[in-house]
């Protein structure tokens, strides 16, 4: 066979790297000299998110991609049966308002949460139904559905007979805010606190534009809990009087939940617990949280009893990798100069139930923790209230205090406050996002202390607030 020769190769590979190398600095045939096309200059950044919202207390606030949205309510005096009156209103990182929705007359905002592409999922009560709502991302009502469950009349009650309004109802009669709602995809978990005070887990599919129960799930059997109001004052803060008629819930993305149920004086949960699972509570264990896991089948893990020794709040529960994290406020002392609150913050793990990590937060006199963000370096950012004072020996809250942000080290306890801008007067970091790379708080300034309007009810009042902040370390 004739084989070709080699011997112009080496030529035949110059001239094509010549060739190459004119090219790339723009030189060759007709384009000699010519200056290249300069590159797209970058994006300018954008303005922070810096908004002001008046007559408005900041409930929560959740973010997807570039959207975020906050659930506002107008502040109110006690009520013997708690209706609140909010509104939810979404807006992009550029500033523009996406929309600003209320519900149809009779029905109360209880909860939201949103989906990716800027839908939201929103959850309604009229006291003794609940409705489930997925609005596109301008704001309109995309399904609709409203809940009613048989089985919660059914679920089993530790109390004396007739010592509740309607065991049928999907919410207690004493308050409309005792509903959570988390999306999982296009799907939502959804845990309630029912008419007989039992606590149940849903998880809802949208399948063929209309939501489908997936499973259910009893967390808590029925109790009594003692309906407690001030004797004197207006208005409550941290909402102490109503925190243990509320439920506390978080999923992760494997759609796992975890809900947080507070222990307390008024009411036997621990007793009902340990004879309706065969769990009984640890002894001598009166006030701190029941957390229990779910896996994505709703299937009970555990229940584990996170002992707050004295009398407590539960504000935050949030997932961490497979800890689940939670935060609150508990009374540690009774001292001269009406503090004696702290914030406190647990972590519990989910495979086996220890709870490795419990700090108390004593930053400045009283002290909250209302929200919780785990942060990629295994931080967690804690925002609440600092240096309140409270009467010693009943509910009401002065009103001069501080908003709280700083980071958490759990492991040692170390933990390092940010400034913030403050009101004149009561301030709350109320909920904590991610947006983008940033922080983005929520909060509350101006709110009035628990004695504030006894003599003009018009100072029960405040201002919303939603900061973007760049992370600091």
């Known amino acids: 066979m004739h084989m070709p020769s080699l011997s112009f190769r080496p030529a035949r590979l110059a001239t094509l790297a010549l060739a190459l190398t004119l090219a790339a600095c723009g030189g060759g045939g007709g384009d000699a000299g010519r200056p290249g096309t300069p590159p797209p200059a970058p994006p300018a950044p954008r303005a922070l998110v810096d908004l002001r919202l008046p007559a408005a207390s900041m409930i929560k606030l959740r973010t997807s991609g570039s959207t975020w949205a906050a659930l506002l309510e107008k502040p109110h005096p006690f009520m013997d049966v708690v209706v609140m009156e909010r509104s939810l209103r979404a807006q992009d990182a550029a500033g523009n308002a996406l929309f600003t929705w209320t519900p149809p007359a009779g029905w109360t905002l209880v909860d939201f949460t949103l989906h990716a592409g800027g839908q939201a999922t929103v959850v309604l009560s009229n006291e003794a139904s609940l409705r489930l709502v997925r609005l596109d991302g301008a704001g309109r009502t995309l399904h609709s559905v409203e809940l009613r469950d048989p089985l919660v009349a059914q679920d089993r009650y530790y109390g004396e ?8 109802a999907m919410a207690p009669w004493k308050t409309r805010d005792a509903a959570r709602i988390a999306a999982h995809g296009d799907s939502v978990g959804l845990v309630v606190r029912a008419g007989s005070n039992n606590v149940v887990a849903y998880r809802f599919d949208l399948e063929g534009g209309a939501f489908r129960q997936r499973w259910r799930t009893l967390v808590e059997p029925g109790i009594h809990l003692d309906p407690l109001r001030p004797m004197t004052g207006s208005f409550d803060p941290f909402e ?4 243990h008629w509320k439920v506390f819930m978080d999923m992760d993305a494997n759609g796992r939940m975890a809900v947080g ?3 307390s004086g008024r009411s036997e949960i621990g007793v009902a ?6 769990e009984p509570a640890p002894a001598g264990f009166t006030d701190g949280v029941l957390l229990t896991t779910l896996d994505a089948n709703g299937q009970r893990q555990r229940t584990v009893f996170v002992d707050n020794h004295t009398k407590s709040e539960l504000h935050a529960v949030a997932w961490s990798g497979d800890t689940v994290l939670l935060g609150g406020r508990v009374r540690t002392s009774r001292p001269d100069d009406a503090g004696g609150w702290d914030g406190w913050v647990a972590r519990v793990e989910a495979a086996n139930g220890r709870v490795p990590v419990y700090r108390l937060l004593d930053v400045d006199r009283g002290d909250a923790v209302l929200s919780l963000l785990p942060l990629a370096d295994g931080q967690v950012l804690v925002g609440g209230a600092t240096g309140y004072s409270q009467n010693p020996n009943g509910e009401s809250v002065y009103e001069n205090n501080a908003p709280l942000l700083g980071r958490l080290q759990p492991d040692s306890g170390a933990f390092s406050r940010i400034t913030l801008p403050a009101g004149a007067r009561g301030n709350q970091v ?9 922080w983005l708080l929520g909060g509350s300034e101006n709110l009035p202390g628990t004695h504030t309007n006894d003599a003009d009810p018009r100072l029960i009042t405040a ?8 992370p600091i370390n």
């Open 261 to 263: 149920v507070l222990a």
């Open 273 to 278: 617990h340990g004879a309706h699972f065969g």
């Open 430 to 438: 109320r909920a904590l996002a991610q947006l983008d790379a940033n």
């Open 240 to 243: 102490g009087v109503e925190n």
């Open 161 to 168: 007979a007739n010592s509740v309004r309607d065991r049928g």
């Open 463 to 470: 201002d919303a607030t939603v900061r973007e902040r760049a």
